[in-house]
Protein backbone atom coordinates (compact mmCIF):
# COMPACT_ATOMS: atom_id res chain seq x y z
CA UNK A 1 0.00 0.00 0.00
CA UNK A 2 1.47 3.67 -0.38
CA UNK A 3 2.63 5.69 2.13
CA UNK A 4 -0.19 8.05 2.49
CA UNK A 5 -2.68 5.25 2.55
CA UNK A 6 -1.00 3.32 5.42
CA UNK A 7 -0.83 6.42 7.59
CA UNK A 8 -4.82 6.99 7.09
CA UNK A 9 -7.00 6.96 10.44
CA UNK A 10 -9.36 4.10 8.94
CA UNK A 11 -11.83 2.60 10.97
CA UNK A 12 -13.27 -0.32 9.09
CA UNK A 13 -11.27 -3.40 7.51
CA UNK A 14 -9.30 -3.03 4.93
CA UNK A 15 -9.45 -4.08 1.09
CA UNK A 16 -8.05 -7.28 0.40
CA UNK A 17 -5.45 -7.92 -1.85
CA UNK A 18 -7.56 -9.78 -4.38
CA UNK A 19 -10.80 -8.82 -6.92
CA UNK A 20 -14.26 -7.05 -6.07
CA UNK A 21 -16.65 -5.59 -8.23
CA UNK A 22 -18.05 -2.23 -9.13
CA UNK A 23 -21.81 -1.87 -7.18
CA UNK A 24 -24.79 -0.94 -9.06
CA UNK A 25 -27.96 0.16 -9.08
CA UNK A 26 -29.49 -3.09 -10.81
CA UNK A 27 -27.30 -5.71 -8.21
CA UNK A 28 -28.47 -4.34 -5.02
CA UNK A 29 -31.48 -6.38 -4.43
CA UNK A 30 -29.45 -9.35 -5.17
CA UNK A 31 -26.25 -8.20 -3.03
CA UNK A 32 -28.77 -7.77 -0.57
CA UNK A 33 -31.20 -10.75 -0.18
CA UNK A 34 -28.62 -13.72 -1.19
CA UNK A 35 -25.28 -11.55 -0.21
CA UNK A 36 -22.72 -13.48 -3.09
CA UNK A 37 -19.14 -14.36 -2.13
CA UNK A 38 -17.75 -11.38 -3.28
CA UNK A 39 -14.48 -9.87 -2.04
CA UNK A 40 -15.02 -6.70 -2.35
CA UNK A 41 -17.23 -3.92 -3.38
CA UNK A 42 -16.50 -0.20 -4.75
CA UNK A 43 -19.67 2.42 -4.90
CA UNK A 44 -19.67 5.73 -6.86
CA UNK A 45 -19.90 8.17 -4.43
CA UNK A 46 -22.19 10.85 -6.13
CA UNK A 47 -25.16 8.34 -6.22
CA UNK A 48 -25.43 7.54 -2.51
CA UNK A 49 -24.91 11.51 -1.71
CA UNK A 50 -28.70 11.54 -0.67
CA UNK A 51 -29.04 10.47 3.32
CA UNK A 52 -32.43 9.50 2.70
CA UNK A 53 -32.37 8.34 -0.91
CA UNK A 54 -32.95 4.23 -2.12
CA UNK A 55 -29.67 4.28 -3.25
CA UNK A 56 -28.19 5.22 0.21
CA UNK A 57 -30.54 2.98 1.94
CA UNK A 58 -29.33 0.00 -0.12
CA UNK A 59 -25.48 0.77 0.89
CA UNK A 60 -26.33 0.58 4.43
CA UNK A 61 -27.77 -2.63 4.14
CA UNK A 62 -24.75 -4.05 2.29
CA UNK A 63 -22.27 -2.22 3.66
CA UNK A 64 -22.12 -4.44 7.00
CA UNK A 65 -20.88 -7.65 4.89
CA UNK A 66 -18.23 -6.50 2.26
CA UNK A 67 -15.11 -4.41 2.57
CA UNK A 68 -15.96 -0.93 0.67
CA UNK A 69 -14.36 1.31 -1.41
CA UNK A 70 -15.68 4.60 -2.53
CA UNK A 71 -14.76 5.76 -5.90
CA UNK A 72 -15.90 9.20 -7.41
CA UNK A 73 -16.67 10.54 -10.84
CA UNK A 74 -17.93 13.78 -10.38
CA UNK A 75 -15.56 15.87 -8.47
CA UNK A 76 -13.81 17.71 -11.42
CA UNK A 77 -10.40 17.61 -9.45
CA UNK A 78 -8.60 19.00 -12.25
CA UNK A 79 -10.24 21.76 -13.22
CA UNK A 80 -9.59 25.57 -12.71
CA UNK A 81 -12.81 26.24 -11.41
CA UNK A 82 -12.95 25.80 -7.35
CA UNK A 83 -14.46 22.94 -5.97
CA UNK A 84 -16.91 22.52 -5.54
CA UNK A 85 -17.62 22.84 -1.70
CA UNK A 86 -21.02 21.17 -1.44
CA UNK A 87 -19.69 18.29 -3.12
CA UNK A 88 -16.84 18.12 -0.79
CA UNK A 89 -19.24 18.19 1.87
CA UNK A 90 -21.66 15.65 0.81
CA UNK A 91 -18.22 13.31 0.08
CA UNK A 92 -16.94 13.86 3.61
CA UNK A 93 -20.71 13.06 5.02
CA UNK A 94 -20.62 9.97 3.05
CA UNK A 95 -17.51 9.23 3.83
CA UNK A 96 -18.28 9.55 7.84
CA UNK A 97 -20.97 7.67 7.13
CA UNK A 98 -19.89 3.94 5.66
CA UNK A 99 -16.24 4.32 6.68
CA UNK A 100 -14.96 3.16 3.53
CA UNK A 101 -11.31 1.39 3.66
CA UNK A 102 -10.42 3.34 0.25
CA UNK A 103 -11.69 6.77 -1.65
CA UNK A 104 -10.45 7.80 -5.05
CA UNK A 105 -10.97 10.08 -7.57
CA UNK A 106 -9.98 11.10 -10.95
CA UNK A 107 -7.09 12.68 -12.85
CA UNK A 108 -9.33 14.72 -14.70
CA UNK A 109 -11.65 17.60 -15.18
CA UNK A 110 -15.32 17.52 -16.24
CA UNK A 111 -16.58 21.20 -15.35
CA UNK A 112 -15.30 24.55 -16.06
CA UNK A 113 -16.56 28.11 -16.03
CA UNK A 114 -20.01 26.41 -14.02
CA UNK A 115 -20.88 24.14 -17.08
CA UNK A 116 -20.08 20.49 -16.19
CA UNK A 117 -19.43 17.94 -19.13
CA UNK A 118 -20.87 14.41 -18.94
CA UNK A 119 -17.16 13.39 -19.28
CA UNK A 120 -13.39 12.98 -17.37
CA UNK A 121 -11.32 15.05 -19.61
CA UNK A 122 -7.47 15.14 -20.07
CA UNK A 123 -4.98 17.69 -18.51
CA UNK A 124 -1.84 18.74 -20.39
CA UNK A 125 0.95 17.41 -18.83
CA UNK A 126 2.77 20.30 -17.88
CA UNK A 127 4.77 22.05 -14.75
CA UNK A 128 1.75 24.19 -14.30
CA UNK A 129 -0.69 21.24 -14.77
CA UNK A 130 0.99 19.10 -12.35
CA UNK A 131 1.30 22.30 -9.11
CA UNK A 132 -2.22 23.09 -9.79
CA UNK A 133 -3.38 19.03 -9.71
CA UNK A 134 -1.21 18.34 -6.34
CA UNK A 135 -2.82 21.66 -4.92
CA UNK A 136 -6.13 20.01 -5.74
CA UNK A 137 -5.36 16.74 -3.91
CA UNK A 138 -4.01 18.26 -1.05
CA UNK A 139 -7.32 20.32 -0.59
CA UNK A 140 -9.72 16.86 -1.46
CA UNK A 141 -7.59 15.11 1.61
CA UNK A 142 -7.34 18.33 4.04
CA UNK A 143 -11.06 18.27 3.73
CA UNK A 144 -11.49 14.78 3.93
CA UNK A 145 -8.83 14.22 6.88
CA UNK A 146 -7.56 11.25 4.68
CA UNK A 147 -5.29 10.68 1.70
CA UNK A 148 -7.22 9.74 -1.42
CA UNK A 149 -6.03 7.45 -4.38
CA UNK A 150 -6.03 8.92 -8.03
CA UNK A 151 -6.82 7.52 -11.22
CA UNK A 152 -5.51 7.52 -14.60
CA UNK A 153 -8.36 7.76 -17.20
CA UNK A 154 -8.60 6.99 -21.11
CA UNK A 155 -8.43 9.55 -23.55
CA UNK A 156 -8.75 10.26 -27.39
CA UNK A 157 -6.70 13.37 -28.19
CA UNK A 158 -3.53 14.71 -26.52
CA UNK A 159 -2.31 18.04 -25.63
CA UNK A 160 0.61 19.59 -28.00
CA UNK A 161 1.96 21.37 -24.85
CA UNK A 162 2.40 18.22 -22.91
CA UNK A 163 6.39 18.24 -21.31
CA UNK A 164 6.35 15.17 -19.76
CA UNK A 165 4.59 11.65 -20.32
CA UNK A 166 1.43 10.74 -18.56
CA UNK A 167 3.02 8.31 -16.43
CA UNK A 168 5.43 10.52 -14.98
CA UNK A 169 2.90 13.23 -14.30
CA UNK A 170 1.21 10.32 -12.62
CA UNK A 171 3.88 9.92 -10.12
CA UNK A 172 4.96 13.34 -9.45
CA UNK A 173 0.96 13.95 -8.29
CA UNK A 174 1.05 10.78 -5.93
CA UNK A 175 5.17 11.75 -4.99
CA UNK A 176 3.87 15.46 -4.09
CA UNK A 177 0.73 15.68 -2.58
CA UNK A 178 0.78 11.84 -0.50
CA UNK A 179 -2.18 10.80 -2.31
CA UNK A 180 -1.94 6.57 -3.36
CA UNK A 181 -2.38 5.53 -7.08
CA UNK A 182 -5.32 3.62 -8.60
CA UNK A 183 -3.94 2.30 -11.75
CA UNK A 184 -6.75 1.77 -14.44
CA UNK A 185 -4.96 -0.96 -16.49
CA UNK A 186 -7.58 -0.90 -19.53
CA UNK A 187 -7.33 2.68 -19.43
CA UNK A 188 -3.70 2.01 -20.02
CA UNK A 189 -4.02 -0.28 -22.76
CA UNK A 190 -6.65 2.37 -24.42
CA UNK A 191 -3.88 4.87 -24.18
CA UNK A 192 -1.47 2.94 -25.49
CA UNK A 193 -3.34 1.76 -28.48
CA UNK A 194 -4.76 5.68 -28.93
CA UNK A 195 -1.42 7.38 -28.69
CA UNK A 196 1.58 4.77 -29.54
CA UNK A 197 3.16 4.08 -26.64
CA UNK A 198 4.37 1.28 -25.21
CA UNK A 199 2.52 0.00 -21.52
CA UNK A 200 4.63 -2.22 -20.28
CA UNK A 201 6.94 0.81 -20.05
CA UNK A 202 4.29 2.77 -18.42
CA UNK A 203 3.74 0.31 -15.83
CA UNK A 204 7.69 -0.44 -14.74
CA UNK A 205 8.13 3.27 -14.67
CA UNK A 206 5.53 3.63 -11.83
CA UNK A 207 6.68 2.73 -8.67
CA UNK A 208 5.26 -0.10 -6.73
CA UNK A 209 4.97 1.51 -3.46
CA UNK A 210 2.45 4.09 -4.95
CA UNK A 211 0.20 1.86 -6.23
CA UNK A 212 -3.04 0.80 -3.77
CA UNK A 213 -5.62 -0.52 -6.29
CA UNK A 214 -5.94 -1.69 -9.67
CA UNK A 215 -9.06 -1.01 -12.25
CA UNK A 216 -9.96 -4.11 -15.06
CA UNK A 217 -12.71 -3.27 -17.12
CA UNK A 218 -13.90 -3.72 -21.40
CA UNK A 219 -14.09 -1.30 -24.05
CA UNK A 220 -15.25 -0.85 -27.80
CA UNK A 221 -12.80 -0.10 -30.72
CA UNK A 222 -14.43 1.92 -33.31
CA UNK A 223 -13.04 3.12 -36.93
CA UNK A 224 -12.75 7.18 -37.63
CA UNK A 225 -11.53 7.30 -41.47
CA UNK A 226 -8.70 4.95 -41.59
CA UNK A 227 -7.65 4.74 -37.48
CA UNK A 228 -8.91 2.53 -35.13
CA UNK A 229 -9.58 4.49 -31.45
CA UNK A 230 -10.64 2.29 -28.35
CA UNK A 231 -13.45 3.71 -26.30
CA UNK A 232 -13.60 3.26 -22.73
CA UNK A 233 -16.82 2.13 -22.30
CA UNK A 234 -17.41 -0.09 -19.65
CA UNK A 235 -19.82 -2.40 -21.52
CA UNK A 236 -17.63 -5.70 -22.36
CA UNK A 237 -15.73 -8.38 -20.66
CA UNK A 238 -12.00 -7.66 -20.16
CA UNK A 239 -9.74 -8.62 -23.30
CA UNK A 240 -6.97 -10.31 -23.55
CA UNK A 241 -4.49 -7.69 -24.07
CA UNK A 242 -5.56 -6.30 -20.84
CA UNK A 243 -5.28 -9.28 -18.74
CA UNK A 244 -1.74 -10.14 -20.04
CA UNK A 245 -1.16 -6.53 -19.04
CA UNK A 246 -2.87 -6.88 -15.20
CA UNK A 247 -0.74 -10.03 -15.53
CA UNK A 248 2.57 -8.12 -15.80
CA UNK A 249 0.89 -5.35 -13.24
CA UNK A 250 0.57 -7.77 -10.70
CA UNK A 251 4.31 -9.16 -11.52
CA UNK A 252 5.30 -6.16 -10.77
CA UNK A 253 3.58 -4.53 -7.94
CA UNK A 254 2.36 -7.42 -6.40
CA UNK A 255 -1.27 -8.15 -5.25
CA UNK A 256 -3.05 -5.42 -4.84
CA UNK A 257 -7.28 -4.91 -4.69
CA UNK A 258 -8.31 -5.18 -8.13
CA UNK A 259 -11.52 -3.82 -9.48
CA UNK A 260 -14.07 -5.23 -11.90
CA UNK A 261 -15.83 -2.44 -13.53
CA UNK A 262 -18.79 -2.56 -15.62
CA UNK A 263 -21.21 0.71 -16.34
CA UNK A 264 -23.89 -0.07 -19.02
CA UNK A 265 -25.54 -3.16 -20.54
CA UNK A 266 -25.15 -4.88 -17.31
CA UNK A 267 -24.61 -8.34 -17.48
CA UNK A 268 -26.12 -10.96 -14.87
CA UNK A 269 -24.20 -10.52 -11.71
CA UNK A 270 -22.79 -14.06 -12.32
CA UNK A 271 -21.07 -12.89 -15.18
CA UNK A 272 -19.07 -10.15 -12.81
CA UNK A 273 -17.93 -12.46 -10.56
CA UNK A 274 -16.53 -14.75 -13.21
CA UNK A 275 -14.58 -11.86 -13.92
CA UNK A 276 -13.69 -11.06 -11.08
CA UNK A 277 -12.58 -15.03 -10.27
CA UNK A 278 -9.95 -14.43 -13.65
CA UNK A 279 -8.75 -11.43 -12.02
CA UNK A 280 -8.35 -13.33 -8.31
CA UNK A 281 -6.82 -16.56 -10.02
CA UNK A 282 -4.05 -14.09 -11.61
CA UNK A 283 -3.51 -12.52 -8.31
CA UNK A 284 -3.35 -15.90 -6.45
CA UNK A 285 -0.65 -17.19 -9.02
CA UNK A 286 1.39 -14.30 -8.02
CA UNK A 287 1.14 -15.23 -4.18
CA UNK A 288 2.24 -18.57 -4.67
CA UNK A 289 5.55 -17.61 -6.97
CA UNK A 290 6.21 -15.03 -4.56
CA UNK A 291 5.73 -17.69 -1.30
Known sequence: ??????????????????????????????????????????????????????????????????????????????????????????LRALVHRVEPALVSEHLSWGAVGGRHLNDLLPLPYTEEALEHMVCRVQEVQDTLKRPILIENISSYLEFVDSAMPEHEFLVEVSRQSGCGLLLDINNIHVNAVNHGFDPLAYLDAIPPARVAEMHLAGHTARRFGEREILIDTHNAPVCRPVWELFRHAVARFGPRPALIEWDSDYPPLERLMSEADTARRILDEACELAA
Open 1 to 90: MTPGVEHAAINSEPIPATAGIGLRGPYHGEIINRRPPIAWLEAHSENYFAEDGIASSALERIRPNYPLSLHGVGLSIGSTDPLDKDHLRR
